[in-house]
């Protein structure tokens, strides 16, 4: 085992004496040592319980017969550090996640882990550790929050939280309402309740294959998240013994699921940035050209929050995750010969898991639309792509046409908004919001819930070299790429340039000829970073672009 190497032999006697140290008994350390990696924190709603997982997972182990050991991770909330500095620290977390998760494994010599996330950039920086460990892995998540349900039986959630900010400041409600949904929006521990970013890669967990079914889906209260992870806790330990690897499991195949599955769920977009990061770690080359491609077969099946107004706990309800792949195995979509952490295939896996509610996962033969949720756009605007969550997106705005509002930061677009000098048909332009050029990459919730506040959002486009929060809906399109910090074409945008928008063609242009484009080019010189200090500094020079999953690259690394 891989524990040998601090377990076994007279040379370890000096480790064996420091595990003596943590209390560990000599059969302690004659079993397997199995990582609990431990998201818990009391920051961050979905984090909060994790604890109760992980004493579960520990139950699981050592019913298998293994030794648990429990260590952390970090994770930020992306809603608390939404619209301020803080939310230049949340995508630069995925990396040091996967980092330390790194460290402390390759230190300790663990024989497996079990991975217990549950928010945004913290399961994909954990499925990036597993990926780069190559360790036996299984992933059991802390589970959704329950949707709110407002005094007039109408239930809600953050996405509608944040909208409310924006039908305040334009006198569209009172502050009572407002404080009715601040009471009442977020109303247990799990992350937010619609298909946001969290439940989109918790979710996507169980269709690459490294989470047990029910993972994306089981509500964070219900005792069944404790079973699971006790199941997790075990099946850790049967994926050891038959050396099932995340290399066995998150294959090119898988991640071709994942991508077709993410359209029919409609996924927020940021599985766009995630997918190809963690597909990078597992040497899969992850281009999301192909990402319309699949989009064009693949039928949108789920209308969850923003989307529609359906939550994670009715796809629970409705047989989650593993029905809607049911779904779209009637039409061949998937590949099922591949293996799981279940140590089955994706065929045996959801050969049973049957649709239970066809308003909640529409059948495949009635979609809500024949293509998938999320489309990726090109143009001169964006050479190298964005991308846009289209099942989020308001019939009249697929093709739009407008006048660029042009803003260099997001706190400057927001004043603008709240000041109502955003009008219809408005084109609202956020640059030096991107990897490098935040830099972090900030996500753009609060203009864009503010526009949708505002009753603008079937009329108001935004687009950023920045990101969108999986609340976001609209006709929003980030990941501009390349990004203004590095001279892409957001750069030269220039007030009143008329941008032309259409998703169904997947297209994104401003009108300007080739010569005044070269001749904005030749002027522009590039900006400092607002931060310039600290991990920033270390990431800005590091990291690549969002097309390519911004992913950390030394100087002449490929």
């Known amino acids: 085992m891989r524990s040998d190497a601090v377990t076994k032999g007279v040379q370890q006697a000096p480790h064996r004496s420091l595990f003596h140290a943590l209390g560990m008994t000599k059969e302690e350390l004659e079993r397997p040592l199995i990582g609990i990696v431990s998201s818990k924190n009391d920051i961050v709603p979905g984090h909060a319980h994790l604890d109760k997982i992980v004493e579960a997972v520990k139950t699981g182990v050592l019913m298998a017969g293994g030794t648990p050991i429990v260590f952390p991770a970090i994770a930020v909330c992306d809603g608390i550090a939404m619209g301020h500095v803080g939310m230049k620290y949340s995508l630069v977390t995925r990396e040091l996640i996967a980092d330390s998760t790194e460290a402390m494994t390759m230190a300790h010599q663990f024989d497996a882990l079990v991975m217990v996330p549950n928010c945004d950039k913290n399961v994909p920086g954990l499925l990036m550790a597993a990926a780069r460990l190559n360790v036996p892995t299984i992933f059991v998540s802390g589970g959704p929050m329950l949707a709110g349900v407002l005094d007039s039986g109408k239930r809600t959630c953050l996405s509608h939280m944040f909208e409310c900010v924006g039908a305040y400041n334009s006198g569209k409600m009172t502050m009572e309402e407002v404080e009715e949904y601040e009471n009442k929006a977020c109303p247990s521990c799990g992350s937010c309740s619609g298909m946001y970013t969290a439940n989109s890669m918790n979710c996507l967990t169980e269709v690459l294959g490294m989470g047990l079914k029910g993972n994306g889906t089981i509500p964070a209260p219900l005792s069944e998240r404790i079973r699971l992870a006790k199941h997790a806790g075990m099946k850790i330990m049967e994926l050891l013994e038959k050396n099932i690897r995340p290399s066995d499991i998150m294959t090119e195949k898988a991640f071709m699921n994942a991508l077709t599955v993410d359209m029919a769920l409609g996924c927020s977009t940021n599985s766009m940035l995630h997918l190809p990061a963690i597909a990078h770690e ?256 270390r990431y800005a020079a590091l990291v690549t672009s969002a097309n390519t999953g911004a992913v950390l690259k030394v100087p002449g690394e490929e």
């Not at 359906?310 to 593993?322: K, P, R, S, W």
């Not at 049973?352 to 001169?380: D, H, M, Q, W």
């Not at 004043?415 to 830099?439: C, H, L, M, S, T």
């Not at 590095?486 to 009143?496: D, H, K, L, S």
């Open 282 to 537: 597992a040497g899969v080359d992850l281009n999301l050209e192909i990402a319309n491609d699949i989009s064009a077969k693949t039928p949108n099946l789920c209308h969850l929050a923003p989307a529609g107004n359906t939550y994670m706990e009715d796809l629970n309800a409705a047989g989650g995750v593993y029905a809607v792949m049911n779904e779209l195995n009637k039409k061949g979509l998937l590949h099922t010969d591949i293996m799981t952490c279940t140590g089955k295939t994706v065929g045996e896996n959801i050969a049973n898991c049957f649709n239970k509610n066809p308003e909640i996962i529409r059948p495949i033969e009635n979609p809500y639309s024949e293509t998938g949720g999320i489309a990726v756009l090109k143009g001169n605007l964006a050479p190298d792509s964005c991308v846009v969550k289209r099942s989020a997106v308001a019939e009249e705005m697929l093709v739009h046409s407008g006048p660029a509002r042009v803003f260099d930061c997001e706190e400057d677009a927001i004043a603008a908004i709240n000041a109502g000098k955003i009008v219809a048909g408005d084109v609202v332009v956020i640059r030096y919001e991107g990897p490098k050029g935040g830099p972090g990459m900030r996500e753009m919730l609060n203009p864009t819930s503010a526009i949708a506040g505002m009753g603008l959002d079937k009329e108001v486009a935004l687009i950023t070299d920045g990101r969108f929060s999986g609340a976001t809906r609209g006709a929003s399109i980030g990941h501009v790429s390349p990004e203004a910090a590095v001279g892409g074409p957001i750069a030269f945008v220039e007030e009143g340039d008329i941008i032309h928008i259409d998703i169904n063609k997947n297209t994104i242009d401003f009108e300007v000829s080739d010569e005044e484009l070269a001749a904005r080019k030749a002027k522009w010189q590039p900006r400092q970073p607002k931060i310039t200090s600290g991990y920033l500094k």
